[in-house]
């Protein structure tokens, strides 16, 4: 399973674009990138996958680069309740799928 | 409706006894999973069921045992409780095949 390593926090203010950016090396062909948030007292929730290029949901988005070895998690406009920890992993989603986590990226939204 | 509920979302106990979390999902989904945060917030797997089989059972001290009467519930049952284990505990649930993973609310739990 590949390694992955993110920013440890990172500050915004309401109404800006936030990027938080994934490094993966070592990442495999026919590994998936995926993107998780969590909130206080919450379990990490869902927010988007991708393979390649670029993959757009109503949330955000995501930018893969051709070489796959990093990834950019794309937040439009966050406001205060996108405060949260965000996770980058990487794998392959067929199978059992057993997720690494790392230790994440602490965004921190200001008024 | 809930996707994943456990119970209970708060457990305090003392070292030595033996308690339970339960773990429900009414999405259909056939594997199901066990996750523990601690202080420092490194989330990591515990257990991967599918279809009430056990899957993947990472190195955790077999204090733990998870059961799956059926495929919709997984309860994990902890033995001699140690103050280590006190941490955040999440099921999950996904598809088979399907690394989007729903998580529950999660237990915290407290060994004094």
């Known amino acids: 399973l590949a390694k992955t390593t993110q920013p440890i926090s990172m500050d915004s203010y309401e109404g800006q674009e936030v990027n938080i950016t994934c490094s993966h090396n070592?990442?495999?062909?026919?590994?998936?990138i995926t993107w998780y948030q969590q909130f206080p007292s919450q379990g990490p929730r869902f927010i988007i996958q991708g393979y390649k290029t670029k993959v757009t949901n109503e949330v955000a988005s995501l930018f893969i680069p051709a070489d796959r070895k990093s990834s950019t998690l794309s937040l439009p406009r966050v406001s205060l309740s996108d405060t949260a920890v965000y996770y980058c992993l990487v794998g392959f989603p067929g199978g059992y799928n057993k997720l690494i986590f790392g230790a994440g990226t602490r965004l921190a939204v200001h008024p | 409706d809930t996707a994943v509920s456990q119970t209970p979302k708060y457990l305090v106990t003392q070292m030595g006894n033996d308690k339970s979390i339960k773990c429900e999902q009414n999405?259909?989904?056939?594997?199901m999973y066990w996750y523990k945060q601690d202080s420092k917030k490194f989330l990591k797997i515990m257990f991967s069921?599918?279809?009430?089989?056990?899957?993947i059972n990472e190195t955790v001290p077999n204090r733990f045992s998870p059961k799956s009467p059926d495929k919709a519930h997984l309860n994990l049952h902890i033995n001699s409780l140690e103050l280590g284990d006190s941490a955040v505990y999440f099921c999950a649930s996904s598809q088979e095949g399907s690394s989007k993973q729903y998580f529950g609310p999660g237990t915290r739990l407290t060994v004094l």
């Open positions: 070592n990442i495999a062909t026919n590994d998936y």
């Open positions: 999405l259909g989904h056939d594997t």
């Open positions: 069921y599918n279809n009430k089989e056990l899957i």
